[in-house]
């Protein structure tokens, strides 16, 4: 049997090295089923005694699958089988073979061998593509490899790597960032088509924010969150926050409410941002590279803070200007100033009043009172906004304030003049008191008595009219 397989090899080799072997060349990319065609194109209708494929591994035949004269077919032990030639098929004299789930090991000669009316022998030359990083896990700013393998054959193949469906020329990976990982696709292009084969690299880090291009928008006054996400289940054994000024990188102490959350995430809040916050905040981590070596890993991002401007003359109701200004502007390409209206249950109605930067109110009346938000976009959209309260002289504060809250104002304030006239009329009948006992030291006691049981009388009684009528001395107004 060996002594047949081996003369059959060597006539196989005689019959292919020439021009067929080209068209012979089949190409799949790994993981994917492969179809080793077998055809009997003299005949539309054939049905053949036996089917042999096997396949040239060194100088040695090896049977991948066949089916006998009998009926009887063999495959290699293996659980689930891979390779089948669809018996279905064989009517309409195809004898193909499908492998599934593609592997560069199965890269390699075969041979297809049919005995029917007609005998037919072909040889297939596999050739799988498969693309890989290694390694495939790796901290950013580390390296890896990306390589496309094509198993050997005769045609020459262009390889080229796409990255979202778009070819791109990268193909060094020294320093790894955070916008490299997912997919990427080699393409493998032959004479006669291409073949795609995508693997993926994992990038650990600093997820969000991706870069260090990323800013933060805070309106003075508000609670902002600086994000520092670092890869899921890979937590650095140290985060530091540092920050430093814009313009000279020279480094500043974090604000007074800066506190860094606990947890997997690093991101950090300012509780309530203030003058002076603004400037880059850098949040970084060492962790452990897949060798066991350190590697720092760091994001800075930019802090900038709006704050409305108020500019306006001194007196009263004359013109006001509302600016939007932001630490830096650099970023934003329009302005919008809106009103905020409140309904009666705390309904908020927002319109748009100008799509400027700056906005004036020519004369200020009562009606201008209340929230004034500047909106500022960038390129992808609204960045954010900032809140001006508009105290108006003057101006009851809210003019849906129901008559309720009025009567209980004149209420409140009848009240507190009765108390003052209550208070006063005190204070004068004791410097009376006071008056008569000097003029006579000697009846001090006397007198503090008869006092004394005249406010016990005064109190039990209800009328103060009665009093005034009754005592002679001019105390009632
Ligand atoms: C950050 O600040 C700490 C002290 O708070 C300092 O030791 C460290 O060197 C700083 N790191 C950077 C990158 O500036
Ligand atoms: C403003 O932001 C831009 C872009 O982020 C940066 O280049 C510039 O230095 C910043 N300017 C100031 C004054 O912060
Ligand atoms: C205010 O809320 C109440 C209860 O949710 C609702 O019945 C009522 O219609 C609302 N009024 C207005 C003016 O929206
Ligand atoms: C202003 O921004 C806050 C927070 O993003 C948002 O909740 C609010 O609706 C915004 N206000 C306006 C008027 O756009």
């Known amino acids: 049997m060996n002594k047949k397989q081996f003369l059959m090899i060597l006539g196989f080799a005689l019959v292919f090295e020439g021009a067929q072997c080209k068209e012979n060349e089949v190409f799949v990319a790994h993981g994917s089923v492969a179809v080793l065609p077998c055809r009997d194109e003299t005949s539309a209708h054939s049905h053949p005694t036996a089917v042999y494929w096997s396949r040239i591994v060194g100088n040695v035949l090896k049977t991948v699958w066949r ?49 029917g009316k007609n005998r037919m022998q072909k040889v297939i030359n596999l050739r799988v593509v498969r693309a890989s990083f290694s390694p495939a896990v790796v901290v950013e700013g580390l390296r890896t490899d990306a390589t496309c393998h094509v198993s050997s054959g005769t045609q020459s193949v262009r390889i080229n790597w796409k990255r979202n469906g778009k070819l791109t020329r990268r193909k ?22 291409v073949v795609e084969a995508t693997t993926s690299l994992q990038v650990k880090g600093i997820v969000t924010p991706q870069d260090d291009s990323s800013v933060v928008y805070a309106a003075l006054g508000s609670s902002v969150s600086l994000p520092c996400v670092f890869t899921d289940g890979l937590i650095p054994y140290t985060v530091m926050w540092n920050r430093t000024s814009t313009t000279s990188y020279s480094p500043l102490p974090l604000p007074a409410s800066f506190h860094e959350s606990a947890g997997p995430s690093a991101s950090a809040t300012i509780q309530r941002v203030e003058d002076g916050d603004e400037g880059m905040y ?38 006001v200007t509302l600016s939007c200004h932001l630490s830096n502007s650099s970023h934003i390409t329009s302005y919008e100033w809106l009103r905020v209206n409140y309904g009666p249950n705390d309904t908020q109605t927002v319109t748009s009043v100008q799509k400027t930067k700056s906005f004036r109110i020519k004369e200020v009346n009562e009606k201008d009172a209340g929230e004034w938000v ?25 003019e849906n304030s129901s008559s309720g ?31 008569m006992i000097l003029l006579y030291p000697a009846m001090e006691t006397i007198v503090h ?24 001395k001019p105390v009632c107004v």
């Not at 005064?458 to 009219?465: F, G, L, W």
Request: one cysteine or more.
């Open 67 to 115: 089916r006998e004269k009998s009926g009887l077919e063999f495959r290699p032990v293996r659980d689930p089988p891979r390779v089948n030639c669809p018996v279905p098929n064989f009517g309409k004299a195809d004898y193909s073979l499908h492998i599934a789930e593609t592997t560069i090991e199965d890269g390699g000669k075969y041979i297809c061998e049919v005995e």
């Open 172 to 193: 060094s990976f020294t320093s790894v960032s955070q916008k490299d990982g997912g997919d990427w696709t080699c393409q493998a292009a032959y004479n006669g088509g």
């Open 282 to 319: 850098t949040c970084s981590g060492m962790m452990k590279g897949l060798n066991g070596e350190s590697k720092k890993v760091q994001r800075t991002m930019e802090l900038v803070i709006a704050r409305v401007l108020r500019s306006s003359s001194s007196s009263g109701n004359g013109p």
């Open 374 to 398: 500047c909106r500022y976009y960038g390129e992808q959209g609204v960045l954010g906004n900032v809140t001006y309260e508009l105290h108006v002289m003057g101006a009851v504060k809210s």
């Open 405 to 435: 809250n009025k009567t209980a104002m004149v209420m409140g304030l009848g009240f507190f003049f009765l108390v003052i006239f209550l208070v006063l009329f005190q204070m004068y009948r004791n410097y009376r008191r006071k008056k």
């Open 449 to 472: 008595q008869a006092a004394t049981e005249r406010e016990k009388r005064e109190r039990s009684r209800p009328k103060m009219a009665e009093d005034c009528a009754r005592d002679p």
